[in-house]
C-alpha cells in the first residue's frame, strides 16, 4: 500500500489543488497524494492579510486531515500554516516555499524567486531568511501586468514570468529560478528547461521532500 501524503491548497480554488495533486504524483508516483482544499478564504492568495488567514484555515485542518496520511504539504508559496502543522502532527510536513528554496540553493547556487503577487515579496523574502536562504536569495523578481489578470490568461501567466526569468538571469545573475505560487504549478512545468538556469517548480520538488523525510523517519 502506498504511503498517502495530504497535499493542502491553502487558497479556496479545487482546480489548483487538483493541478498541483497530478504534479506532486507525477513526481513521485509511489506515494498517494490526497487533495484537501481548505474551506473558507480567497481563491488566489496576494497579499499579507490574506496569507495569514490562509494560515489559521491550515492549522485548523490539523485535526480533520485524512486518517493513516505519513507526511503533509503545505502548497501555497507563503507555506502558511507549516509551523503550526509541525507542532500539531506526528507525521513529517513539508511547504512549497521550503521545498523549493532548498532545492533552488544546492550547491550554494544563488537564486530568484519569480512569482506574480507584489505584495507578498516581503513574506517571501522572509521565509528565505527563516530557513537560512537569506544570503543565496537575489531577488524577488514580478511578472508585469495586474496579477488577477495575468493570472487569468495562461499565455499571458507564461510569457509574463518567462520575462521575469530573463531579466532575474541577465540583471540579477540568478543560477537557479524559483516559480513562486501553487497556482503557477502549470506554467512552471511548462518553462521548465527553457532557459540556460535550473528552474525549480515548487511543487514536485515538495513531493520529492516529503517523500525524502518520510523515508528517513525525519520529522
Not at 12 to 19: D, F, G, N
Not at 81 to 109: D, F, H, K, S
Request: hydrophobic residues 50%; negative net charge; charged residues 20%.
Amino acid at each position: 500500500m502506498k504511503p498517502r501524503v495530504a497535499l493542502i491548497n491553502p487558497n479556496t480554488t479545487v482546480a489548483t489543488t487538483l493541478a498541483m495533486v497530478r504534479l506532486a504524483a507525477e513526481a513521485v508516483p509511489e506515494i498517494e497524494f490526497l487533495p484537501v482544499t481548505v474551506a473558507k478564504g480567497p481563491p488566489v492568495i496576494t497579499e499579507p492579510k490574506a496569507l495569514a488567514q490562509a494560515a489559521e484555515h491550515v492549522a485548523a485542518l490539523a485535526d480533520h486531515l485524512p486518517e493513516g496520511i505519513s507526511g503533509v504539504i503545505t502548497a501555497a508559496f507563503g507555506d502558511p500554516g507549516l509551523e503550526a502543522l509541525r507542532a500539531a502532527l506526528a507525521v513529517p510536513v513539508t511547504g512549497i516555499a521550503e521545498a523549493g528554496m532548498l532545492a533552488a540553493a544546492e550547491g550554494g547556487r544563488r537564486f530568484c524567486v519569480v512569482t506574480t503577487t507584489p505584495d507578498l515579496a516581503a513574506p517571501i523574502k522572509a521565509r528565505a531568511e527563516a530557513y537560512g536562504l537569506g544570503n543565496s536569495l537575489t531577488s524577488v523578481r514580478l511578472t508585469a501586468g495586474d496579477v488577477h489578470q495575468v493570472m487569468a490568461d495562461p499565455a499571458r501567466l507564461e510569457a509574463a514570468l518567462a520575462e521575469a526569468i530573463r531579466l532575474a538571469i541577465s540583471e540579477d545573475a540568478a543560477e537557479a529560478i524559483v516559480i513562486g505560487g501553487g497556482p503557477l504549478a502549470v506554467a512552471a512545468r511548462a518553462l521548465a528547461g527553457q532557459f540556460c538556469v535550473p528552474i525549480i517548480e515548487p511543487v514536485p520538488e515538495a513531493a520529492r521532500r516529503i517523500a525524502r523525510l518520510i523515508r528517513r523517519g525525519d520529522f
